[in-house]
């Protein structure tokens, strides 16, 4: 099938196919028990005006709801939603929602182990890789054992030493190809329990080559492990680094459904390294399996996408060729960007303090995303539709081209991001 008929045929939803689809899927994970107690809420009404977006907010001492047209490229998130091939497994796992049953986690596990040439327990899976991800960083660093890692870099990492009061070290990016520093992160501490790669890099997008990561491994003092989060690798044409777990190496690998599969609200995810590096998760919390236990029909969806041979390579297209005229439109309008971005995000450097150009942004109905200290002036940037795209190159063109912002131009509204929504990426 070709890129236009696929697009047509699913990938790019119609207003009304997308509402039917996500219906499956609400009605879907609605049924479960643990999702219903969580309290699914529908979208509060938009505020008219800012004014009343403002006496919303001091009401009720919380954020405004969220604008329905409200333009969302600020959290890294897939508008493509999960696949024809996913929702269908949704609806048909469903109907067997009313037992426990391992089938689909079963297969979802055999799917991932055949395409990796993986050995019997080197793969667990759990809901979405955020959860995982801290077992891996509490499992390995604490007071005695520190955490180096990039900077700028996912947060979950530094956040996850804060918890377990290790020291961490945010070693820059490199200042020419913005990818993680090794050789600088192997000078920065002489014996730490973790090192912590996100590839390709959240914010930047940009990628650091794996033969880098195999640097890492095969230099790194003895006894601690080099953690590498693969969430937004589909995005890359880089090689990934899940060999080195199934040759035994001190390495263990995150991955996700959220990003290029589109499943950020199903939570489906994985956990790859040798046994006995899984089996540290252990020693945070004895029943990690038990809180981390997938649904039924987040696993038929993940195994779903897995066989489907298609779909990773046509999104990866229709993302970067969204992501490449985008860039090419910052390029001709004089707006600098990190170069080199292999993801669904970029950085744009808006020569002011990234925080108000982020506010400003959300006065156009444009949600970007978040600013990290080491780069004051930039803000990231999640790859929409092109039409979102479009509604974004619109609204950063006037923003930077006001002589100045309103101070009034803030606008809190409640919109998750993949940092800060009750459950990590």
């Known amino acids: 099938m070709d890129l236009k008929n696929f697009a047509s045929a699913q990938q790019y939803f119609s207003r009304r196919s997308f509402v039917r689809s996500a219906g499956i899927a609400s009605a ?8 219903a107690s969580g309290g699914i809420q529908q979208a509060a009404p938009a505020a008219p005006d800012a004014a009343a977006a403002g006496r919303q907010r001091g009401a009720g001492g919380g954020r405004a709801a969220m604008p329905a ?27 067997k929602g ?9 297969a979802m596990t055999k799917a991932i182990s055949d ?48 918890t377990m009061k290790a020291k961490y070290i945010q070693v820059p990016l490199d200042k020419k190809t913005y ?21 390709p890099n959240n914010p930047t997008g940009t990628i650091t080559p794996k033969e880098d990561i195999v640097w890492l491994v095969n230099n790194k ?78 696993a038929a969806a993940a195994a779903a996408a897995l066989n489907d041979p298609q779909l990773v390579p046509l999104r990866r297209k229709i993302n970067r060729d ?27 450097d808006c020569k002011r303090p990234g925080g108000e150009i982020k506010n400003a ?14 780069y004051p002036t930039m803000v990231r940037v999640t790859v929409g539709t092109p039409d979102e795209m479009a509604k974004f190159n619109t609204a950063i063109v006037k923003v930077l081209n006001a002589p100045s912002l309103p101070a009034s131009a803030h606008l809190d509204y409640d919109i998750p991001n993949e940092l800060h929504r009750g459950y990590s990426a």
């Open 221 to 298: 003092p003895a006894g601690s492990v080099v953690i590498v989060d693969e969430a937004y690798h589909h995005f890359s044409n880089e090689e990934s680094v899940i060999d080195l777990v199934a040759a035994d190496k001190d390495i263990i690998v995150l991955r996700t459904f959220s990003k290029i599969y589109g499943m950020a609200g199903i939570r489906a995810g994985f956990a790859f390294g040798r046994p006995d590096l899984l089996a540290k998760f252990e020693t945070v919390t004895v029943n990690n399996r038990q809180i981390g236990s997938i649904s039924l029909t987040s």
């Open 322 to 348: 969204t992501l490449d005229n985008t860039l090419a439109f910052l390029q001709k309008n004089n707006i600098p960007f990190i170069p080199g971005a292999q993801a669904n995000m970029f950085m744009i």
């Open 28 to 35: 879907a994970i609605a049924a479960m028990p643990a999702f």
């Open 69 to 95: 047209d409200m333009v969302r490229i600020g959290s890294n998130e897939n508008p493509l939603g999960p696949s024809a091939v996913s929702l269908e497994a949704i609806n048909t796992a469903a109907k």
């Open 115 to 162: 395409q990796f040439q993986l050995k019997p327990g080197y793969v667990r899976i759990y809901p979405g890789s955020g959860g995982p991800l801290d077992l891996a960083l509490y499992s390995n660093i604490g007071p005695d054992k520190a955490l180096v890692l990039g900077d700028p870099s996912y947060e979950q990492g530094y956040r996850a030493a804060q």
């Open 98 to 106: 009313g037992r426990y049953d391992s089938e689909y986690s079963t």
């Open 361 to 374: 942004m959300m006065a156009q109905k444009v949600a970007i995303g978040r600013v990290w200290p080491i």
């Open 179 to 199: 990818k993680y520093d090794v050789k600088a992160m192997l000078a920065a501490h002489t014996n730490p329990g973790a090192y912590y790669i996100v590839n």
